[in-house]
T-cell receptor, first 114, second 111 residues
Framework: SQTIHQWPATLVQPVGSPLSLECTVE??????LYWYRQAAGRGLQLLFY??????ISSEVPQNLSASRPQDRQFILSSKKLLLSDSGFYLC?????????????FGPGTRLLVL | GNSVTQMEGPVTLSEEAFLTINCTYT??????LFWYVQYPGEGLQLLLK?????DKGSNKGFEATYRKETTSFHLEKGSVQVSDSAVYFC??????????FGTGTRLTIIP
């Protein structure tokens, strides 16, 4: 069966520090991968999605970037964190172009920037 | 573009009450529709889905029917439990590899 992992689970970082959040998927090949952010009390905002290695689409211009160095690995990064980057970051995957549009979410990383 | 409008929360109900969370959508065509649930401190889980008009998705006592004529996909449950307390998201998919989510509705069930 497929599983999705995210780490760390919780992170407290100072403003201006770098960020690296990692997401990996097991049990499937060539998935679509997604990064979402959920700010406190708000809905989900799609940040990036990827349909293959090295292929990243950015939904919102911002302080963050994403990379997909391997088929089942998706990394969210920042060179300098802002206070507004605080939130709950969710990674998700879906089967590519199969008509199976369901997305499966990881447990999330809670980021607090101070 | 595609969009999803959800009932504003928070919603507070007593245990065993009837639940309805409204969801309407705007799309150029016939999307697939989903309800996701987020329990406290966790990621999202798929609750149910429907892929064509008049389909009914159901799971864990929750139901939602894809209504093309009213562009709606309202979530219902006949008798809620304390364990149903969570945030519920309506979403649509329209063939572009991306889900469009509503803003979420926080549900609290009081014993």
């Amino acid at each position: 069966s497929q599983t999705i992992h995210q780490w760390p689970a919780t992170l407290v970082q100072p403003v201006g520090s770098p960020l690296s959040l990692e997401c990996t998927v097991e049990g499937t090949s060539n998935p679509n991968l997604y990064w979402y952010r959920q700010a406190a009390g708000r809905g989900l905002q799609l940040l990036f999605y990827s349909v293959g290695i090295g292929q990243i689409s950015s939904e919102v211009p911002q302080n963050l970037s994403a990379s997909r160095p391997q088929d089942r690995q998706f990394i969210l990064s920042s060179k300098k964190l802002l206070l507004s980057d605080s939130g709950f970051y969710l990674c998700a995957w879906s089967v590519q172009r199969s008509g199976q549009e369901t997305q499966y979410f990881g447990p999330g990383t809670r980021l607090l920037v101070l | 573009g595609n969009s999803v409008t959800q009932m504003e929360g928070p919603v507070t109900l007593s245990e065993e009450a009837f639940l309805t969370i409204n969801c309407t959508y705007t799309a150029t065509g016939y999307p697939s529709l989903f309800w996701y649930v987020q329990y406290p401190g966790e990621g999202l889980q798929l609750l149910l889905k429907a892929t064509k008009a008049d389909d009914k998705g159901s799971n864990k006592g929750f139901e939602a029917t894809y209504r093309k004529e009213t562009t709606s996909f309202h979530l219902e449950k006949g008798s809620v439990q304390v364990s149903d307390s969570a945030v519920y998201f309506c979403a649509l998919y329209f063939g572009n590899e991306k889900l469009t989510f509503g803003t979420g509705t926080r549900l609290t069930i009081i014993p």
